[in-house]
């Protein structure tokens, strides 16, 4: 499979505000050795995060892992895959997450730092620093920089609209009063606008769930004090301010809107107002210059339907080890798409194709930033090389067949209720069950552990790093003083 158009260029990287390259520099001289032997031979139990071994030619210095990550966790999108891996690596190395007091930052309004768990303001006294945040919030980059330094590795994930309102709508029937009174996916679609009321609560998941999860302003058009779109006229439309090239957007532009607020120029000694220049909000250039704040942010961006590829380039980025990234799906419906294929015309019914289609228009900010992310996602790929990547996913998909027969009953996600260990049982929520895993019996000790990482669904896992870096206190009750010796 290809990208979406073979005839884009490769968008230039500029500078970020502490040295760090915009878009990361892809590790050189760093290819998979297929390891020799079958999988299960070379492993006695599991023997995890064996490294990469460097190609054959010229020696290049090895590249720290790193570990100051910023994963925007968005809905309906493998990111809970994505998110285990998090927790699993953090866990191992004794990395400080940024938590929330429950389970997401105040989602659905924007995040603010006072939500991170044990997080104190500037000047509020000293605390440990944090290396990974990773939970669900919706994005705000000023904010996240109160928490996280601004070199981090920021990525997140998207996915293809159409898959996503299938998903989104058997997950959110009961959240979303648009889904709720629709009796169908393709009844909503067919006409969306008899159902969807903009504003109403929980209709952030009907339309554009995944530029809401970004954190981009709506055309004033279609804002409400909610943020949902709402047909809306404005007489004066804001002014797009050019930034110089190379500027780094991440420190000088921490909210997307200020891309569009006037920008004073000066003539004549005076300071006054640039020529009009104003930009069709509904228009294609006001995407495009979200889309470019978007690539100023991120470091990579994941791409559900190409999700192995996605995490071979993403333990290249990070420089980690290829069992770093190898997991199991997690938050997957029973007969929905557990990962890699993309929503294609081939062998899908005529009825099948107007539903994706109708699904990609209504959710055309979505689709738009999802065509944008699979154009650069193909661009990595072709840096890093077609034919090393393919050794890379087939190793990956060894290792993680591998684990799953090693750790695994029945070496495959299981029906909910034949989980009984309430550490494995996965949240039931919408109206499709959550799949989850139910662990051999007779591992080692070892192999138990690290099963277990590989198993434990987010909210428990979760919970389990919550006590860990905030460990309950207990009282003790105060002791009689003894009388002393006459």
Not at 199 to 208: E, L, T
Request: glycine residues 8%; positive net charge; charged residues 20%.
């Amino acid at each position: 499979m290809g990208p979406l158009s073979s005839t884009r260029t490769m968008r230039r990287w500029g500078p970020r505000s502490l040295g760090v390259a915009l878009g990361v520099l892809m590790t050189i001289g760093f290819a998979l050795q297929l390891w020799g032997g079958p999988f299960q031979r070379r492993l006695p139990g599991l023997q995890l995060r064996q490294p990469w071994a460097p190609s054959p030619g010229p020696a290049v210095p090895s590249c720290p892992p790193r570990q100051r990550l910023v994963f925007l966790k968005t809905h309906k999108s493998g990111s809970s895959s994505v998110l285990s891996l998090l927790h699993r690596y953090g866990d191992r190395h004794g990395l400080r997450f940024a938590l929330p007091a429950r389970y997401q930052f105040g989602y659905p309004r924007l995040f603010q730092a006072s939500r991170v768990k044990g997080y104190r303001p500037q000047g509020g006294g000293t605390q440990p620093p944090f290396h990974i945040l990773c939970h669900h919030m919706r994005f705000n980059l000023k904010e996240v920089l109160q928490v996280m330094p601004s070199d981090s590795f920021f990525f997140s994930i998207v996915r293809d609209p159409a898959a996503l309102a299938r998903s989104a709508f058997s997950y959110y029937k009961s959240t979303s009063s648009a889904f709720r009174k629709a009796p169908s996916l393709a009844a909503f679609l067919a006409n969306p606008r008899a159902f969807y009321r903009p504003g109403a609560r929980g209709d952030h998941y009907a339309r554009n769930l995944l530029w809401f999860d970004f954190g981009l302003p709506f055309p004033p058009e279609m804002k409400t004090k909610r943020g949902n779109p709402q047909p809306l006229k404005d007489p004066n439309p804001p002014q797009l301010r050019v930034l110089p090239s190379g500027t780094d957007l991440r420190a000088h532009t921490q909210d997307p809107n200020a891309l569009f607020r006037p920008a004073p120029t000066v003539a004549d000694g005076h300071s006054q107002m640039s020529s009009p220049a104003s930009l069709d909000l509904g228009s294609s250039s006001f995407i495009q210059w979200n889309l470019a704040w978007l690539d100023s942010v991120f470091d990579l961006v994941l791409v559900a339907e190409y999700f192995d590829e996605s995490l071979v380039l993403l333990a290249d980025a990070l420089c980690w080890g290829l069992d770093d990234v190898v997991g199991f799906m997690h938050n997957a419906q029973a007969g929905g798409e557990q990962g890699g294929n993309a929503v294609s015309s081939g062998g899908l019914t005529a009825e099948d194709r107007q539903l994706t289609a109708r699904a990609r228009a209504w959710n055309n900010l979505d689709w738009a930033l999802y065509v944008h992310f699979n154009h650069s996602l193909w661009a990595r790929i072709k840096q890093y090389g077609q034919s090393r990547l393919e050794n890379a996913v087939a190793e990956l998909r060894a290792r993680r067949e591998a684990l799953a027969k090693h750790c695994l009953v029945g070496g495959e996600a299981l029906d909910p209720k034949y989980i009984t260990d309430r550490r494995f049982r996965p949240f039931q929520f919408g109206s499709g069950k959550v799949l989850g895993y139910v662990l051999r019996s007779g591992l080692s000790l070892q192999d138990q552990e690290e099963c277990e990482r590989l198993a434990t669904p987010e909210l428990q896992y979760k919970d389990k790093l919550d006590a860990k870096q905030f460990p309950p206190t207990v009282s003790l009750p105060l002791k009689t003083p003894r009388p002393l010796s006459p």
